[in-house]
């Protein structure tokens, strides 16, 4: 089964094609990402109006060029998947709308996918991990730890009070005078800093739950920063491996009491999984490493390109979905909020989608795609 997705929710103009095969291995054929931060960098973060703008002068060549990597022609994929939320309402309509319009015209099952269902549904594709699992999802716009029992089957254990971590690191890049994103320049300048110097809290931890908290930390390395102000460079990466060593220290405490909520509610996870931008950071994956060793299971982070926002992701969830015969009609509508735990699950007797026969398909090409 072969699956068209698009991702247009934050700056990340995204399309890809993406192969499902029987045996729920999967495959990428294409996968083209048009990252905005050039059209963000001077405002020091994303302008819902200015990404919006960007999606819709580039979505459309980005996906016939996404079909003309992958060898692929709009007869020869199975659905439509776009990401119709949780994300910047502009953006999510861009691409929603473009993956109706290609789903009417083609003739094609159309699949809104949750984000977040995407992000918690990567591993899958590139490690073929088994239910259930436990996600860590880290981003600019999310904090998560989230019980993976199936398609369309998430509980929720743990979220963020207030500030995403990704957040959390680019305003702290923003404060420091570092660029945007912030997190990838905050663990470069953290590589030459004394985390010892400054003394931050530690918010959340020790509470028997697994939520987040934020906001204090990053209100605690700005007075401490008001403190020496004006600061010099290496004044700027003691604060940044400051910041770094509390958010990992915070992380740890924080999963680690997840993964236990885990083991009590579902038995053993299958595997730890880390996803979203966050991920990338080397002093977070060393921590949940440890973690996953520590409570007896294995660490799966995907490749780098795929934990932040892409378009297979869209378009993988899509068919891990269809195979299951969960589509949507043409009315579904964008969506600003949307938690994973009102995603649709599917029904006890769900009808399993069959791929019409090569032969068939290519028959129905010709009039398709003249
Ligand atoms: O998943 P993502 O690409 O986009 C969404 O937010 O959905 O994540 C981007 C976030 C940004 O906040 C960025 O600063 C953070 O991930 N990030 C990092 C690193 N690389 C990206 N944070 C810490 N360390 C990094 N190396
Ligand atoms: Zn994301």
């Known amino acids: 089964m072969i699956v068209l ?4 929710t934050c700056d990340e103009t995204a399309a890809a094609v993406v192969e499902r095969q029987a045996n729920g291995r999967g495959r990428i054929l294409s ?3 048009l990252s905005q931060i050039a059209d963000h960098k001077a405002f020091g973060g994303v302008v819902p109006e200015i990404a919006a703008r960007a999606h819709v002068e580039m979505l459309d060549v980005l996906i016939s060029r996404a079909m003309h990597e992958a060898e692929r022609g709009f007869h020869q994929i199975h659905g439509v998947a776009a990401a119709a939320g949780p994300g910047l309402i502009g953006g999510v309509i861009v691409g929603l709308t473009t993956a109706k319009a290609i789903a009417l015209v083609r003739e094609k099952p159309l699949i809104a996918v949750n984000h977040l269902e995407a992000h918690a549904l990567t591993a899958r594709l590139t490690d073929h991990v088994p239910f259930p699992y436990c996600l860590f999802l880290a ?3 999310h904090t998560q730890i989230v019980a993976v029992r199936g398609v369309g089957d998430y509980v929720r254990l743990g979220t963020t009070l207030d500030d995403a971590i990704g957040e959390a690191f680019d305003k702290t890049a923003k404060l420091l005078g570092l660029g945007y994103p912030g997190g990838p320049q905050v663990e470069k300048e953290a590589k030459f800093g004394d985390a010892g110097r400054f003394s931050l809290p530690r918010p959340m931890a020790g509470r028997v739950d697994c939520d987040f908290s934020l906001s204090g930390l990053k209100t605690a390395l700005r007075l401490e920063a008001e403190k020496i102000a004006p600061l010099t460079d290496e004044d700027v ?3 940044c491996a400051a910041f770094q060593q509390a958010v990992v220290d915070v992380v ?7 993964l236990r909520m885990f083991r009590d509610t579902f038995g053993m996870p299958s595997s730890l999984v880390a996803a979203g931008g966050v991920a990338a950071n080397e002093a977070i994956r060393k921590i949940l490493h440890r973690l996953a060793f520590e409570s007896g299971t294995v660490l799966v982070v995907p490749p780098a390109e795929l934990c932040t926002d892409n378009g297979a992701m869209i378009a993988w969830a899509g068919a891990e979905r269809l195979a299951l015969g969960l589509t ?3 009315d579904v509508s964008p969506r600003a909020r949307w938690p994973l ?6 029904s006890r007797a769900a009808p399993t989608f069959v791929p019409p026969a090569p032969d068939l398909a290519e028959r129905n090409a010709g009039a398709a795609d003249a």
């Open 328 to 330: 949507d009609t043409l």
């Open 5 to 8: 997705g698009i991702e247009t």
């Open 237 to 239: 990466c003691d604060l």
């Open 139 to 141: 981003s600019g716009g």
């Open 252 to 258: 740890a405490d924080r999963l680690r009491q997840g």
């Open 341 to 346: 735990a009102e995603v649709t699950k599917p």
């Open 31 to 33: 996968n083209l990402v």
